[in-house]
């Protein structure tokens, strides 16, 4: 018998473990020294870039009332393909990228870049993947469209 982690761990998780390990990593590695104005500022560009994209994204979510749950997949009652939606077909899984660049930024570790990486490669393969299964399932030619269309990350 097999378990797949095919959305099992909610992305949320998957990123709070992420920065949980960053932080652990970042204490044992040498920090690179940059100006403190420097580190602040990209962390705060990001932070709104980040918060802007996932609150869009919820906002989207809720105006079509579909749900935002990533372990229930079947359970989406709308496709949206609107708003921040036209630029990214994940835009949820970019701002959670973006607060770990953020927090590799905040903690002086260009290393811990790997941190988003894996998350990526991780959310890409295990939620990603299996929802654009269900989507294509059961939203066919419009999701097909809209694949062709839009983008997977940015």
């Known amino acids: 018998m097999t378990i797949s982690l095919e959305t099992r761990i909610p992305p949320p998780i998957v990123m709070i473990m992420t920065a949980l390990a960053m932080w652990a990593l970042s204490r044992v590695i040498p920090a690179v020294q940059a100006p403190d104005a420097v580190r602040y500022g990209a962390a705060a560009v990001l932070l709104v870039f980040g918060g802007s994209v996932g609150g869009l994204a919820f906002s989207a979510f809720r105006r079509v009332g579909t749900t ?35 927090l590799a930024i905040l903690l002086s570790g260009p290393w811990l870049l790997v941190g988003p990486l894996f998350f990526a490669l991780y959310t890409t393969r295990f939620q990603i993947v299996p929802e654009e299964r269900a989507m294509q399932a059961k939203f066919g030619r419009a999701y097909g469209d809209y694949q062709a269309r839009v983008r997977r990350w940015l």
């Open 68 to 102: 935002i749950n990533p372990v229930d997949i079947d359970t989406a009652s709308s496709l949206v393909t609107t708003g921040i939606y036209a630029f990214t077909r994940n835009p949820m899984y970019v701002a959670l990228t973006t607060l770990l660049v953020t």
